[in-house]
């Protein structure tokens, strides 16, 4: 071993090829020839093979191979963890050794320190009345007990396999021993994917009584992972779940369901037999245009998703489709079906789509205008029920224009072609021609001041087309649901869907204004109608548009910065303005409460497509301070007259820590049954899945 000493000293060690050297880097260096050792002061540094440990001061034996460092000691790591010590003694590789007042941060922010302990070949750390936690201590009193922490007789940290084991461990909150275990282990921090427990979730629910949740978590590679998680019921019994993810270079697939041995009540039926449910999912991408996508998903019986509280939907969804993406077209082809969950209606009568298809071309705006072509068609098949199958050919142009003196012209022409072939009430082949043509013209007026814009844009738009679209020989599967609305009134077709088409000579015309303040609030407005020669056969009663004359359509958005925004929609009876349907959503934050309103009503004109509907929900939030908040929820049914939904929660949440129980009381019926939810959630950052925090 040579030696080179000075004011910044360097000295090298090798013992051949293989060996790295040892670089020696202090302020001063001393040698002692007759014991044979190398004692070094002030700003020392000692690095091999990637590792560096600064102290002080160290002192190394030639003979044993043994540093001893103390003072401010630092050992840094290759991966570049950083190891703190009031004293250590290591080998001259400075991967074994023991360390006293043992110090280090793992991953972002959690420590770990010890009384003493060993270091094993610069991957393990072998720790004794050891403390862990992943809390920042506090700002104003250091000293103060971290939110949690875990104390434990014995800790080791295996640096290869990325893991923190406890033994004799009690876990503290704010100081106080909360819990023991003889055994603890849990990912270290650096860690994102890792087999093991997750954070469990107890409560209570008045159809199943407690309900305790244990999810284990199963990397089983970098590609692939699973959770199977036992849920326990202390009513009704156990449901077994689980899902599987993996990822493939060209597509993704995901499996999930669940068994259970739920004993029945009265109004769930009789019969006994396993339920739950099954879904499989994925896609693939076949090549640069075509993708393939396809789910199943099924259920044993209506209420079961809803009563383990896996899924609340109304019906599920399965289909296949190979989805083609071009420059100037799209395309799809596939199958889809329907599960109903809904209580009181059959299944029978959903439909199975297969196949359905759909092509689009749309190329980029040209000179004479903006062209597009659509074919579409199905094969609905039910159990008991028409079966029908149709095909629809579609082309429009469409061509928009400016004058100097700002006015915007358009006119657009298509025509849609249908044909059908049905049995039961629309036995037989059926055919039809649709064309349509429309013009429209609208005119942005703007002005105000330096503080204050204001722009009113009048609109109009004339619209031409067959009186009937004979919709007795052509079922209307996907386009019952019309809702007539301001953002559609200029829609040359107000059906959802691709069976429902608008026929009938109308004209269509209303007012758009915006009010913009530079002081950062907005108000946008809008109000129109449509009026036509005719009554509109092919609109279901009471959607606003089966009359000559529509009720108006109108919206209101106001906006005051971030904090505070209003949007008003609403459609107004056409002889006394009374409401018909009116959607209300408001956000208003005054720190520390954040409300949030919804209110809908719908008034019908006595069919069931079209009951009368009348509804509130009003969720409260208060922050009591960066860490506490709390919430409350009310939705009622104002038609009905009762509550729907009462909501109570209280949630704690920092950078070590998530705590949040909630309660629900909700209502089938106004009035009716109540089923009672309790949810209590406790998670500690590092020892289990963490809440992404919510920024205010």
């Not at 529509?550 to 910065?561: E, H, I, K, P, Y």
Request: charged content about 30%; hydrophobic content about 35%; overall charge negative.
């Amino acid at each position: 071993m040579g030696l080179v000493a000075g004011p910044e000293a360097a000295a090298q060690t090798g013992a051949g090829a293989e060996r790295e050297p040892l670089v020696f880097q202090a302020d001063r260096l001393d040698f002692d020839r007759e014991r044979n050792l190398v004692a070094a002061s002030g700003n020392v540094e000692l690095a091999r093979g990637g590792r560096v440990l600064r102290a002080d001061r160290v002192v190394l034996d030639r003979t044993t191979g043994i540093a001893r460092a103390g003072g401010n000691v630092t050992l840094v790591e290759r991966d570049g963890e950083v190891l703190f010590a009031d004293s250590v003694e290591l080998t001259e590789d400075l991967r074994d050794g023991f360390v006293e007042q043992f110090r280090a941060r793992l991953g972002s922010g959690s420590r770990l320190a010890a009384s003493w302990g060993q270091l094993h070949g610069g991957t393990r750390a072998d720790l004794n009345r050891a403390v862990y936690s992943a809390c920042e201590p506090c700002e104003d009193d250091p000293g103060e007990p971290p939110v949690w922490q875990v104390k434990a007789r014995q800790v080791t940290h295996d640096r290869v396999e990325k893991e923190v084991t406890y033994r004799d461990a009690v876990l503290e909150m704010w100081g106080v021993p909360v819990l023991y275990t003889p055994y603890l282990s849990h990912p270290d921090p650096t860690v994102t994917r890792k087999s093991g427990f997750l954070a469990p979730s107890i409560g209570h629910e008045t159809e199943l009584g407690i309900r305790l949740e244990a999810p284990w978590y199963w990397n089983i590679a970098p590609d692939r992972d699973a959770t199977l998680t036992p849920i326990v019921a202390s009513k009704r019994g156990v449901v077994g779940a689980g899902e599987y993810r993996q990822l493939f270079d060209t597509g993704r697939l995901e499996v999930s369901g669940s068994l259970a041995a739920l004993d029945r009540v009265s109004k769930e039926g009789v019969g006994g037999g396993a339920r739950g449910h099954l879904r499989l999912g994925g896609e693939a991408h076949a090549s640069d245009e075509w993708r393939l996508r396809g789910e199943f998903y099924r259920a044993s019986d209506d209420g079961y998703l809803d009563l383990v509280g896996l899924d609340g939907s109304d019906n599920l969804h399965s289909f296949a489709e190979a989805e083609g993406f071009f420059d100037d077209a799209y395309a799809r082809i596939g199958a889809f079906d329907v599960q109903e969950l809904r209580p009181g209606l059959s299944g029978d009568t959903s439909p199975l789509a297969a196949p359905e298809f759909i092509y689009e071309w749309h190329p980029g705006p040209a000179p004479d205008g903006i062209w597009s072509i659509r074919a579409a068609g199905a094969a609905l098949h039910r159990r008991r029920a028409d079966e029908n199958q149709r095909v629809t050919l579609e082309g429009r142009w469409r061509l928009e224009r400016f004058t100097d003196g700002g006015h915007r012209l358009e006119l657009g022409a298509g025509a849609r072609g249908d044909a059908a072939h049905g049995d039961g009430a629309r036995d037989g082949q059926h055919a039809r021609l649709l064309p349509q043509a429309h013009a429209g013209w609208s005119y942005l007026l703007a002005g105000g001041t330096e503080e204050l814009q204001l722009t009113v844009e009048p609109r109009a738009q004339l619209v031409l087309a067959r009186n009937s679209a004979g919709k007795d020989d052509f079922p209307n599967e996907d386009g019952e649901a019309v809702e007539f609305e301001f953002a559609n009134l200029f829609a040359t077709n107000r059906f959802p869907g691709l069976d429902g088409v608008e026929t009938g000579k109308r004209i269509d015309y209303g007012l758009q204004m915006g009010l913009h303040s530079l002081a950062g609030w907005h108000l946008d407005a809008g109000i129109g109608q449509s009026r036509r020669r005719h009554s509109n056969p092919e609109a279901p009663p009471g959607s606003g548009l089966d009359t000559a004359v529509s009720d108006l359509v109108g919206r209101v958005d106001l906006s005051a910065g971030e904090m505070t925004s209003l949007s008003y929609r609403f459609r107004l009876d056409k002889d006394d303005l009374t409401t018909r349907q009116t959607a209300l959503n408001l956000a208003a934050v005054s720190d520390p409460l954040r409300l949030d309103a919804r209110y809908a009503k719908a008034t019908g004109d006595g069919s069931e497509a079209a009951e009368e509907r009348e509804q509130v929900d009003l969720t409260l939030h208060a922050s009591m301070d960066d860490n506490w908040s709390a919430f409350g929820r009310h939705r009622r049914d104002l038609d009905a007259g009762g509550a729907l939904l009462h909501g109570l929660g209280i949630k704690y949440e920092d950078e070590c820590v998530f705590f949040e129980t909630v309660f629900e009381r909700e209502f089938n019926v106004p009035g009716g049954a109540a089923d009672n939810r309790v949810t209590v959630r406790l998670v500690f950052r590092d020892l289990g899945t963490y809440p992404q925090r919510r920024r205010r």
